[in-house]
């Protein structure tokens, strides 16, 4: 069975502080998808980033970045010197061809960056 | 280009009655999927559709059920509401079916409140 776990549920920092939102998956499938999408009091998911199986290189835009590594099953999430606008929740997610046209979430954790 | 639309943006509905969801792709995209989002069950998938075709379909009562036209928007119904129905709705769109190599854009949500 596939699984996203979050174990975060609530994570609050200082602004200008450096957090990582953690994201560990389990899946039998050589080929998957892993995806991050942030969600503010809107309600809206906001795409932020898809990586493949096979492609372990991290990836770094802007104040974001995100480490994968298959060897411990995560896809953890850092984000450098949190402002006040990143104060949302942030979601986890994976998805394969043998589970059909779904995303398999995590259950969310909500990032608060007080000022 | 514009994103996937979801309307209405709001709903209120009594237990009993039946409602209609409506959600427009991005322009080119063919694949649509639905998720149902609560406080105690977090984003759980509803149903998926490509080419007019229901691909897959999440563990929901037959009271949740969609249909996507030939333009791929989709509509999804859910009848003889109950309390629990109470949710946003979101809908995703993607230019083939998720578990391929695809991104995945989310509407800004329905959210139906059923009393």
């Known amino acids: 069975a596939q699984k996203v776990t979050q174990a975060q549920t609530e994570i609050s920092v200082v602004e200008k502080e450096d957090v990582t939102l953690d994201c560990v998956y389990e899946?039998?499938?050589?080929?998957?998808?892993l995806f991050w999408y942030k969600q503010p009091p809107s309600g809206e998911l906001v795409f932020l980033i898809r990586?493949?199986?096979?492609?372990?290189q991290n990836e770094i835009s802007g104040r974001y970045s995100w480490n994968f590594q298959k060897s411990t099953s995560s896809f953890n999430f850092t984000i450098t010197a949190s402002q006040v606008v990143d104060s949302a929740v942030y979601f986890c997610?994976?998805?394969?061809?043998?589970?059909?046209?779904?995303?398999?979430f995590g259950q969310g954790t909500e990032l608060s960056v007080k000022p | 280009k514009a994103g996937v639309t979801q309307t209405p943006r709001y709903l209120i509905k009594t237990r009993g009655q039946q409602v209609t969801l409506s959600c427009s792709p991005i322009?080119?995209?063919?694949?649509v999927s639905w998720y149902q989002q609560t406080p105690g069950q977090g984003l759980q998938f509803l149903f998926e559709?490509?080419?007019?075709?229901?691909?897959n379909k999440g563990n929901f009562p037959g009271r949740f059920s969609g249909r996507q036209f030939s333009n791929s928007r989709s509509e999804m119904n859910v009848s003889t509401l109950e309390l629990g129905d109470s949710a946003l709705y979101l809908c995703?769109?993607?230019?083939?079916?998720?578990?391929?190599?695809?991104?995945?854009?989310f509407g800004q949500g329905t959210r139906l409140t059923v009393v």
């Open positions: 997610a994976l998805s394969s061809y043998n589970q059909g046209g779904k995303l398999i």
């Open positions: 559709y490509f080419s007019e075709t229901q691909r």
């Open positions: 990586r493949n199986s096979f492609d372990e």
């Open positions: 899946t039998r499938d050589t080929t998957y998808y």
């Open positions: 995703a769109s993607s230019f083939i079916p998720l578990g391929g190599d695809t991104e995945a854009f």
């Open positions: 322009s080119g995209h063919r694949s």
